[in-house]
């Protein structure tokens, strides 16, 4: 749904802020943290989701419990001839990837994976170079995230 033009007054962007951080709170508490009626909040983020300002609510998921306790960014070139479409249908089947953006520079894509450890992200790097067809991949291990 395209988002309409509309105003986003510092209550709504507070109820964004709010729900960004936990999409599971209840009217009530949403209600008091703004200062409004429990009914004015659900107006309000009803009109959100109306308007497409607000797309859906997740789950975030501890991936370490999940035994995937490596991060990586892994730059990739595809090869002339090998169709973007087709590298994203296969890209689209591997568990490991939390994230794949089609990118500007020297890679046509950059991927975050999660992966279970060192000897996982090595199995999905041997699958990128093999059945994966790119041409070229540089891989960076995530330490640790600073913001986001």
Known sequence: ??????????????IIDILCSD?????????????LAPSSVADRVRRLE????????????????????VRAVVDVALPPG???????????????VALAMYVTGPADYTIIVDCDGAEGLDDFIRWLKTDGGVARTESKFVLRPVLG
């Open 1 to 14: 749904m395209a988002v309409e033009s509309t105003t986003i007054d510092r209550i709504d962007r507070r």
């Open 23 to 35: 999409g599971r709170v209840s009217w009530k508490e949403l209600a008091d943290r703004v200062h």
């Open 50 to 69: 109306a308007n497409g300002v607000i797309r859906g609510y997740a789950a975030q998921i501890d991936r370490k419990a999940l035994g995937r306790d």
């Open 82 to 96: 090998l169709a973007p479409a087709e590298f994203e249908q296969r890209l689209a089947a591997r568990e490991e």
